[in-house]
């Protein structure tokens, strides 16, 4: 099933993970062979921090030669559902990864899984528990206190064997019994204290329908899913450290064919966001967001929607790297990475989101002409394109002040500003309606300063501006971070009393060049002085909508210069 990593090709490690799995290769431990899964629960829709753990389960693959599965840990059938399962499966390949024909299920082992915990039960190591939740709970004790023996602890072997097996035959209702390892009640680790190895849930599952009214726990059925799969390295988060005993307990115990090596790392955790599938399932169910691709949410399905690139994310894991701590990563990284990507890679592109009109009296009346404009600086490749220029257009209404402040760069009353990629304006005159609000600019135009020509002269100002006659019609959504405190929760709060009330603006009647009308779903533009946006699903012919994705404001530079400094 596996191909032996090549140790002489293997990379030069880079964090601690990568130093152990060079040095087992160097050993030849795991057979030389190097294997990993990423092993999500398919009860939600995977998030920023999950693509954290399949960068790091796919990319060691790839580095030293190995195999990567994509194994769902599919064990609570009252909480997952097949549409999460399809969304897992799309957010890994939109990063990138690919499990070949390694997709996997807990429940594929759900057999070999109760053939196990019947041996364990004939050899002593698990009984039938009849107590409540509730009583087991209370016997467990506390971090200070060790537990408490079950009553039922010394049932004999043969009444547990029988009670298992009436368990499986679906003869009991739920919570009447569970299966749990006999190993210790006073241990100092609460997960040694005879945890629950099965319940009795009577529950339609996913896959296997109702074959089964029973069900392994996680902690039970993740160790022998990586060791029937041949895993070399169970890469897994932090909160699993203290699992580590349990995990190599049962392997001990069960002795299947292979025997995994867990190794934890820091999850990762971002500032002014939640990463708790059970608290974002809040939010989708409460409908305080759109859904899970709400692009303000942080699963990678909202992220991909609001514009991010596979690439920007990849980039940011491998920024972030490896640690053996938690710590929480400033999520102006997050944006700064994904803005030097769409500025490498994005075409450029003028709107006015809150337009104001501006007549050019001393233009012609019905001519029309093209300026040059480029596609991209940071690509030569990208070429150029041509923008109608007309006597009327749109400009941005922040980019006029009847009374500006000094170094106020932008148009004025008796003011001169450079039009991006075409000429010099003088403010004229303003237009105003019965109620004092401007309505419209009269300006004059210099035929000679059209930008790059020969004669071209310089003003201090330059400003976007869209062709009023040829402009399209847009909605643009202005997404800012969905929670205002970097720590949404905190002190115990429900998250949502932190949520931003401004985390999302909608405008109307926005003014895009025309090439942008048809841009298709997904499309990525950075629209000159404004930040960098992208294609909704939600547009339809005629009707573009855009999702700000980042501003062009770098908060995480400024932040990263001033640490430099001090």
């Known amino acids: 099933m596996d191909h032996p990593a090549d140790a002489?090709?293997?990379?030069?490690?880079?964090?601690?993970?990568?130093?152990?799995?060079?040095?087992?290769?160097?050993?030849?431990?795991?057979?030389?062979?190097?294997?990993?899964?990423?092993?999500?629960?398919?009860?939600?829709?995977?998030?920023?921090?999950?693509?954290?753990?399949?960068?790091?389960?796919?990319?060691?693959a790839a580095e030293f030669g190995g195999l990567c599965n994509l194994r769902y840990d599919d064990t609570n059938p009252t909480k997952e559902d097949v549409e999460y399962v399809e969304s897992i499966e799309e957010d890994v390949r939109w990063l990138?990864?690919?499990?070949?024909?390694?997709?996997?299920?807990?429940?594929?082992?759900?057999?070999?899984?109760?053939?196990?915990?019947?041996?364990?039960?004939?050899?002593?190591?698990?009984?039938?528990?009849?107590?409540?939740?509730?009583?087991?709970?209370?016997?467990?004790?506390?971090l200070t206190e060790p537990g408490r023996n079950s009553p039922y602890r010394n049932r004999p072997g043969e009444d547990n064997l029988d009670l298992f097996r009436r368990m499986r035959a679906g003869e009991f209702p739920d919570g009447t019994h569970v299966l749990r390892a006999k190993i210790d009640m006073t241990s100092p680790n609460i997960n040694m204290r005879d945890p629950t190895l099965y319940r009795i849930r009577h529950a339609t599952h996913h896959r296997t329908?109702?074959?089964?009214?029973?069900?392994?726990?996680?902690?039970?059925?993740?160790?022998?899913?990586?060791?029937?799969?041949?895993?070399?390295?169970?890469?897994?988060?932090?909160?699993?450290?203290?699992?580590?005993?349990?995990?190599?307990?049962?392997?001990?115990?069960?002795?299947?064919?292979?025997?995994?090596q867990q190794i934890e790392f820091a999850r990762l955790n971002l500032n002014y966001t939640v990463?708790?599938?059970?608290?974002?399932?809040?939010?989708?169910?409460?409908?305080?967001?759109?859904?899970?691709?709400?692009?303000?949410?942080?699963?990678?399905?909202?992220?991909?929607?609001?514009?991010?690139t596979p690439e920007a994310i990849r980039d940011f894991c491998a920024r972030i790297g490896m640690a053996k701590k938690e710590n929480v990563v400033d999520v102006a990284l997050l944006e700064h990475t994904v803005r030097e990507d769409l500025n490498r890679r994005t075409r450029r592109a003028l709107a006015v989101?809150?337009?104001?009109?501006?007549?050019?009296?001393?233009?012609?009346?019905?001519?029309?002409?093209?300026?040059?404009?480029?596609?991209?600086?940071?690509?030569?490749?990208?070429g150029t394109r041509q923008l109608p220029f007309s006597r009327e257009l749109f400009i941005e209404r922040d980019d006029f002040m009847e009374q500006p402040p000094k170094k106020f760069f932008r148009l004025a009353p008796g003011a001169e500003v450079r039009l991006r990629y075409a000429y010099i304006i003088r403010c004229e005159r303003v237009v105003k309606d019965a109620f004092g609000a401007v309505t419209e600019l009269r300006c004059?135009?210099?035929?000679?300063?059209?930008?790059?020509?020969?004669?071209?002269?310089r003003v201090k100002g330059t400003i976007h501006w869209v062709s009023a006659p040829h402009a399209r019609d847009a909605e643009v959504r202005l997404y800012d971070r969905l929670f205002q405190s970097p720590d949404p929760g905190e002190g115990g709060r429900d998250p949502v009393t932190d949520l931003n009330p401004r985390s999302l603006e909608r405008l109307t009647?926005?003014?895009i060049e025309p090439g942008l009308a048809e841009a298709a779903a997904g499309a990525r533009f950075q629209f000159e002085r404004l930040g960098y946006f992208c294609v909704d699903p939600d547009s339809r012919p005629g009707a573009r909508v855009f999702n700000r994705t980042v501003t062009l404001k770098d908060t995480w530079a400024r932040i990263a210069s001033k640490q430099v400094q001090t």
């Open 8 to 60: 002489a090709a293997a990379p030069a490690a880079t964090d601690f993970i990568r130093e152990i799995i060079a040095e087992d290769l160097r050993t030849g431990k795991h057979g030389g062979r190097v294997h990993t899964r990423f092993p999500p629960e398919p009860n939600g829709y995977l998030h920023i921090g999950h693509a954290k753990s399949i960068c790091l389960n796919f990319g060691v």
């Open 96 to 142: 990138g990864f690919d499990w070949g024909d390694r997709k996997f299920y807990a429940s594929d082992y759900f057999e070999q899984l109760y053939q196990y915990a019947e041996q364990l039960v004939r050899d002593g190591k698990a009984y039938v528990d009849s107590l409540t939740a509730d009583e087991i709970r209370a016997h467990r004790g506390t």
């Open 209 to 260: 329908g109702d074959a089964w009214c029973i069900y392994p726990t996680y902690d039970y059925a993740h160790p022998i899913s990586d060791a029937v799969e041949g895993i070399t390295h169970s890469l897994c988060t932090l909160e699993f450290e203290d699992h580590r005993p349990l995990y190599d307990w049962v392997i001990e115990h069960t002795r299947p064919p292979y025997r995994p």
């Open 275 to 308: 990463m708790s599938k059970r608290k974002l399932l809040q939010l989708v169910e409460q409908r305080l967001v759109g859904g899970w691709d709400d692009p303000r949410m942080p699963t990678l399905a909202g992220i991909r929607r609001r514009g991010f």
């Open 353 to 382: 989101l809150r337009p104001l009109k501006v007549v050019i009296e001393n233009y012609p009346e019905g001519r029309d002409e093209h300026v040059g404009a480029i596609n991209n600086p940071e690509d030569a490749a990208a």
């Open 444 to 457: 004059t135009y210099d035929p000679e300063s059209l930008s790059g020509a020969t004669a071209d002269r």
């Open 509 to 511: 009647g926005c003014k």
